[in-house]
């Protein structure tokens, strides 16, 4: 029998706000809301945007061999994965738990909140098989691990004016954005910790702030008790009436990443060999890429791979997609079928003007440039193309021409200091 779907805490305020709900990841989760998925992508362009994300999951390691543990199950090197640096307190860092084959079983960031105290957030439903992952390599390591899913409460605001809304519900604002780059943290959820203090709200509830999120837009993830939670939703809304601040779902969440080249886990990445995708950050590779300068679980199955497939960004030439769900196949300019389509969304804040990709948010934009929308996505194939090369798209509904690139959505804001947003 299929289990009964989940509601986060804000399911209640989704519904009554007119939201388009769904079963996604066993959670029953916004869709869209009535003004609609273009409006929604858009806002988190040029606006902000609000997303409910408490669906993730989260694990805590904690311990003297917590780092250990970690060194061994995470594919980041955390003692170089900051810059050349190692990883530490206020920093966090993305990559992935592979199994023995080399498969990704999740994505995740690890928060390193302080020595030995560590928090890896993963995606729906992953909370407990990440901690049983963790625990079946704990052997006799000092270390404690707890699933967190359902006992965090966990949103996002996302886009240029996501800074200044902030500005409006946190205490001291200026002190807190103060060295606040990108993939960094400040403050904690558990108003015990010795950080709780570094970020509260303007009622003194503590949070966690983080520069990261799923958009490459700029902006912020904030995980909160969950019993402030609901407040702490109210509260941005009411301070984003004036920055035009706007609720949004999933929809718009997946069509943002697609644009910024984001892989969607059990989607993008999976059940096949987490090497040669457009995210080779995420393994620790040396300088040259000629080995690993760690021992992970997963790595002889990488350095090993026989007829390896490949996966690649695309970009097509009108708003028009295929259906991954048909499934949508790949073919070359013979017409042979090469592959698969892992995610085919349409970015709606991007389009061409004289052979070149704009964004409705960039600078240099002509005059009279509009942002029909692109299709974009993953393919995943078995032999090597080149940027700029054309492939063919198919569902049983249509064929789509489109080419291999390095890079989507131009001009993302992400990676913007603090002090140029506010």
């Not at 804000?10 to 998925?37: D, I, K």
């Not at 858009?42 to 904690?62: C, E, P, R, W, Y």
């Not at 570094?198 to 490459?216: A, H, N």
């Not at 892992?342 to 709606?348: I, S």
Request: net charge negative; proline share 5%; aromatic share 10%.
């Amino acid at each position: 029998m299929e289990k009964e779907a989940k509601k986060t805490l804000l399911y209640e305020w989704h519904v009554t706000h007119g939201a388009n709900m769904a079963n996604f990841g066993g959670y029953e989760m916004p869709l869209w809301y009535p003004s609609g998925v273009k409006n929604e992508h858009l806002t988190v362009l040029t606006n902000a945007g609000m997303f409910d994300t408490s669906h993730m999951a989260a694990v805590k390691i904690i311990g003297s061999d917590a780092y250990d543990l970690l060194q061994l199950c995470f594919t980041r090197d955390l003692n170089s994965c900051v810059g050349e640096k190692p990883l530490q307190p206020g920093k966090c860092v993305y990559g992935a738990f592979l199994n023995e084959a080399g498969e990704a079983i999740d994505d995740a960031i690890i928060y390193q909140i302080e020595g030995g105290n560590y928090l890896s957030v993963v995606n729906a439903g992953m909370g407990e098989k990440i901690a049983a992952h963790l625990m079946s390599y704990k052997g006799s390591r000092d270390v404690e691990i707890t699933d967190l899913a359902d006992k965090l409460g966990k949103l996002d605001v996302q886009g240029p004016k996501s800074a200044k809304l902030l500005m409006n519900i946190l205490k001291d604002p200026q002190g807190v954005f103060e060295k606040m780059f990108y993939f960094s943290f400040k403050g904690h959820f558990d108003a015990g910790a010795s950080s709780a203090g570094e970020v509260r709200l303007t009622d003194g509830t503590p949070i966690l702030l983080s520069r990261t999120g799923y958009t490459g837009e700029f902006g912020f993830e904030i995980f909160i008790s969950p019993e402030h939670f609901i407040r702490l939703w109210e509260m941005i809304s009411e301070a984003g009436k004036a920055y035009n601040l706007t609720c949004c779902g999933l929809a718009a969440r997946d069509s943002l990443r697609g644009g910024a080249v984001l892989p969607l886990s059990h989607q993008d990445i999976g059940h096949w060999p987490f090497i040669n995708n457009p995210w080779p950050f995420a393994l620790p590779y040396n300088e040259d890429q000629t080995d690993f300068t760690k021992k992970f679980i997963g790595d002889d199955a990488l350095r090993n791979v026989s007829d390896p497939e490949l996966t690649y960004p695309f970009v097509g030439n009108d708003l028009r997609k295929v259906s991954v769900d048909d499934p949508a196949v790949v073919t070359d300019s013979e017409g042979r079928e090469i592959g698969t389509v892992l995610t085919c969304v349409t970015d709606m804040g991007i389009g061409r003007h004289e052979g070149r990709i704009y964004s409705v948010a960039s600078p240099d934009k002509p005059d009279g440039f509009n942002h029909r929308g692109l299709c974009c996505g993953f393919i995943k194939v078995k032999t090597m193309l080149n940027f700029g090369q054309t492939v063919r798209i198919r569902d049983k509904r249509r064929k789509i021409d489109v080419t291999i690139t390095e890079d989507i959505r131009p001009n993302r804001t992400a990676r913007r200091p603090v002090r140029e947003m506010i």
